[in-house]
């Protein structure tokens, strides 16, 4: 029997460990690990998965993009694209950075707890490749978002990249600075996702208690001080509040089931392209 192939490219030097666990527990039977990839080096290894199997068989070899940098994966998996040729083609998934995984887990917990097409939602810290897909995933679900940063060049950049993708929807910058007025921003809001950078706390504890409208808060951050204060690292449900919320442990059991699911879907037809959207909807299906 064809054994299913999973080429992973990282940009990093040291490909992800933790990206290959998840790929050999997904099924995985053989994984080739590069490090160090760029953007120059795609063409050689995509046409080595291409060529190498006809037929039915094309299906069981697949590449995963990772590594720390979003924005540098973002390059390769379009340079994988560049180098297909028609139908000659194998699956792509990129989840550099867990970006996607988390972003989508984050989303369907928020979904448990509140309709998103009826709700007004603060990403906080939105402007970095976490936020920004968590933004991207809510406004295609119809919900009113407002994305923060402190730099209202910064949000705004976000917002109009986030808009591109999704077409249609609702997605507002606004700047907050350090130490400045979040309980403003957040008012009204029902849904409140941290996406800050890990050890930065975004809002306090006691702004979040008075949160009258809150249904669900998340954060993502799971380094110490909370990025969303009252929240617990492992909370999963766990009240806050009027609301209930969820800490980056909290969300990490479905973030690791989709990660392995889409692992797994990749293997179904050799013209999968596994980004954001693909991986929400991997995401909602488990729910
Ligand atoms: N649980 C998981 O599996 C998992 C996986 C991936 C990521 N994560 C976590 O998810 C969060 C988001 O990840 P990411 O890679 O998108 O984050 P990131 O790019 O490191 O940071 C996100 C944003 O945080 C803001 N920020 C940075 N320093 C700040 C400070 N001192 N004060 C206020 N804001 C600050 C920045 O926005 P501005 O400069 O625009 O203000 C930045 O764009 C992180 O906490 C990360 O650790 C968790």
């Given at each position: 029997m064809t054994q299913r192939i999973l080429i992973q490219l990282d940009?990093?030097?040291?490909?992800?460990s933790f990206d290959s666990v998840v790929a050999i527990d997904a099924g995985v039977e053989q994984l080739l690990r590069y490090g160090g990839v760029q953007v120059t080096s795609v063409e050689t290894l995509v046409h080595g998965a291409m060529f190498t199997r006809g037929g039915?068989?094309?299906?069981?070899t697949a590449i995963f993009i990772g590594g720390s940098d979003v924005d540098v994966a973002e390059r390769l998996l379009k340079a994988c694209r560049d180098a297909f040729f028609g139908p000659v083609r194998v699956s792509l998934m990129l989840d550099a950075n867990g970006c996607n995984t988390t972003a989508s887990a984050a989303v369907v917990a928020a979904s448990r707890h509140a309709d998103l097409a009826d709700s007004r939602v603060v990403v906080l810290g939105g402007t970095g490749p976490v936020g920004r897909r968590v933004a991207q995933l809510l406004a295609g679900d119809g919900a009113r978002v407002t994305l923060t940063s402190r730099s209202i060049e910064r949000a705004t950049r976000a917002c109009s990249e986030v808009m591109e993708t999704v077409g249609e929807g609702e997605v507002t910058p606004v700047a907050i600075a350090p130490g400045g007025q979040t309980a403003e921003a957040l008012s009204g809001a029902e849904i409140v996702i941290g996406c800050g950078?890990?050890?930065?706390?975004?809002?306090?504890k006691e702004t979040m208690l008075g949160?009258?409208?809150?249904k669900v808060a998340i954060d993502?951050?799971?380094?110490?001080?909370?990025?969303?204060?009252?929240?617990?690292?492992?909370?999963?449900a766990a009240p806050i509040g009027s609301g209930v919320g969820y800490g980056a442990i909290g969300v990490g059991g479905l973030k690791m089931k989709t990660h392995r699911m889409a692992i797994e879907s990749?293997?179904?037809?050799?013209d999968r392209v596994l980004d954001a959207h693909e991986i929400y909807a991997i995401a909602k299906s488990i729910g």
């Amino acid at each position: 029997m064809t054994q299913r192939i999973l080429i992973q490219l990282d940009s990093d030097l040291q490909p992800s460990s933790f990206d290959s666990v998840v790929a050999i527990d997904a099924g995985v039977e053989q994984l080739l690990r590069y490090g160090g990839v760029q953007v120059t080096s795609v063409e050689t290894l995509v046409h080595g998965a291409m060529f190498t199997r006809g037929g039915d068989d094309l299906c069981k070899t697949a590449i995963f993009i990772g590594g720390s940098d979003v924005d540098v994966a973002e390059r390769l998996l379009k340079a994988c694209r560049d180098a297909f040729f028609g139908p000659v083609r194998v699956s792509l998934m990129l989840d550099a950075n867990g970006c996607n995984t988390t972003a989508s887990a984050a989303v369907v917990a928020a979904s448990r707890h509140a309709d998103l097409a009826d709700s007004r939602v603060v990403v906080l810290g939105g402007t970095g490749p976490v936020g920004r897909r968590v933004a991207q995933l809510l406004a295609g679900d119809g919900a009113r978002v407002t994305l923060t940063s402190r730099s209202i060049e910064r949000a705004t950049r976000a917002c109009s990249e986030v808009m591109e993708t999704v077409g249609e929807g609702e997605v507002t910058p606004v700047a907050i600075a350090p130490g400045g007025q979040t309980a403003e921003a957040l008012s009204g809001a029902e849904i409140v996702i941290g996406c800050g950078a890990a050890g930065i706390e975004l809002v306090d504890k006691e702004t979040m208690l008075g949160l009258d409208s809150l249904k669900v808060a998340i954060d993502l951050n799971a380094v110490p001080p909370a990025g969303v204060g009252g929240v617990g690292v492992t909370d999963k449900a766990a009240p806050i509040g009027s609301g209930v919320g969820y800490g980056a442990i909290g969300v990490g059991g479905l973030k690791m089931k989709t990660h392995r699911m889409a692992i797994e879907s990749l293997f179904t037809s050799n013209d999968r392209v596994l980004d954001a959207h693909e991986i929400y909807a991997i995401a909602k299906s488990i729910g």
